[in-house]
C-alpha cells in the first residue's frame, strides 16, 4: 500500500529549464493537490484538482502548469524554472468517507528542487 | 489574505511534561482545523483535526477550537523525545483549499 508517491525525490535544475513532478496515488482519492514548502513559509497550495477532469489555482499557481491525467495520477510542470522556484514540492490526496470529504490530507514524501 | 498563525519556536519542554503549541487564524469562515506533525526532511501526517468549539482529546494528545476567538490549540501530555517535531496548524473553510501556518518547532528534552 504506497499511498501517494512522487518523483522524482531531487531534482537539480538550471534556470529556464523545463522538468514535470509526478504524482500517483492509490487510495482511490478524488482530490488532488501541490504544494511548495519553503522555510518560514509553510505549505502553500500551487494547484490543486477537485475530482478528475477537473483543475483549480491555489494560493501561489505563477509559473506552474499542471494536469490531472486519470483518478491516480496529477502532475506538476514548470516550463522555464526560475531560481525562485527552489522549493520542496509535497503531492496530497484527500477522499471522502460516507459521502463527505474529512479534509486530512495524505502527503507523498516530497520532490526537493534546486534551480540554480 | 486569509492566514494561520503559529509561533515558530523553539518550544523546549522537558521529557514528562506538557507541550502547548498554539495556533490563530484570520478567516472567520474556517469549519475545520487539522494539526500535521513534520519530522525533519519527512511529509506532515495528520495527528488531529477539530470541528466543533471545546476539546477533543486523542491519547495524550489534545485539540483545543475557540471559534469566538479564532483560536486553537494542540496539548502532548507526557512529551517524549520522539515528540520532537515541527507541527503544522491549518485550515480549512469547508472547501479544497488548505491554508497551514508556518510551524512550530517542538523540541523534548530527555
Known amino acids: 500500500n504506497a499511498g501517494v508517491t512522487q518523483t522524482p525525490k531531487f531534482q537539480v535544475l538550471k534556470t529556464g529549464q523545463s522538468m514535470t513532478l509526478q504524482c500517483a496515488q492509490d487510495m482511490n482519492h478524488n482530490s488532488m493537490y501541490w504544494y511548495r514548502q519553503d522555510p518560514g513559509m509553510g505549505l502553500r497550495l500551487i494547484y490543486y484538482s477537485a475530482s478528475e477532469g477537473t483543475t483549480d489555482k491555489g494560493e501561489v499557481p505563477n509559473g506552474y502548469n499542471v494536469s490531472r491525467l486519470n483518478k491516480r495520477e496529477f502532475s506538476l510542470r514548470l516550463e522555464s524554472a526560475a531560481p525562485s522556484q527552489t522549493s520542496v514540492y509535497f503531492c496530497a490526496s484527500s477522499g471522502a468517507v460516507g459521502g463527505a470529504n474529512t479534509g486530512e490530507l495524505f502527503f507523498g514524501e516530497g520532490s526537493r528542487l534546486t534551480v540554480l | ?110
Open chain 2, 1 to 110: 489574505q486569509k492566514e494561520v498563525e503559529q509561533n515558530s519556536g523553539p518550544l523546549s519542554v522537558p521529557e514528562g511534561a506538557i507541550a502547548s503549541l498554539n495556533c490563530t487564524y484570520s478567516d472567520r469562515g474556517s469549519q475545520s482545523f487539522f494539526w500535521y506533525r513534520q519530522y525533519s526532511g519527512k511529509s506532515p501526517e495528520l495527528i488531529m483535526f477539530i470541528y466543533s468549539n471545546g476539546d477533543k482529546e486523542d491519547g495524550r494528545f489534545t485539540a483545543q477550537l475557540n471559534k469566538a476567538s479564532q483560536y486553537v490549540s494542540l496539548l502532548i501530555r507526557d512529551s517524549q523525545p520522539s515528540d520532537s517535531a515541527t507541527y503544522l496548524c491549518a485550515g480549512n473553510t469547508g472547501g479544497f483549499k488548505t491554508i497551514f501556518g508556518a510551524g512550530t518547532r517542538l523540541f523534548v528534552k530527555a
